[in-house]
Nanobody
Framework: QVQLVESGGGLVQPGGSLNLSCACY????????MYWLRQTPGEGLEWIAR????????IYQAPVKGRFTISSHNIDNILYLQMNDLKIEDTGVYYC????????RGKGTLVTVSS
């Protein structure tokens, strides 16, 4: 059965960095799109980065473009999200998912950006 386990969140100051991981079980990375989504205070769940794991094509939403990098280590079946220059508005729960709506996602990891 498909299982996604996110980790790597925490408390960081504005301008800081975090690297999130998503361990994937029950399927093999490298065959389809994978997504990072987040739920921020007052906002719904939205995808922010996606990667076509067979070709490494990456697409970002405007709020994170140039600051976040999605990557997939297919051999280890782990998805990553490197987050740099974090802003207060990046605070939220981050999920990895096999689809853009988050229908199949893990329990999430909390990122708090605060001074």
């Amino acid at each position: 059965q498909v299982q996604l386990v996110e980790s790597g969140g925490g408390l960081v100051q504005p301008g800081g960095s975090l690297n999130l991981s998503c361990a994937c079980y029950g399927f093999t990375l490298g065959s389809d799109w994978m997504y990072w989504l987040r739920q921020t205070p007052g906002e719904g769940l939205e995808w922010i980065a996606r990667i076509h794991t067979p070709t490494d094509l990456k697409i970002y939403q405007a709020p994170v473009k140039g600051r976040f990098t999605i990557s997939s280590h297919n051999i280890d079946n782990i998805l990553y999200l490197q987050m740099n220059d974090l802003k207060i508005e990046d605070t939220g729960v981050y999920y990895c998912s096999t689809d853009s709506t988050g229908a199949m996602r893990g329990k999430g990891t909390l990122v708090t950006v605060s001074s």
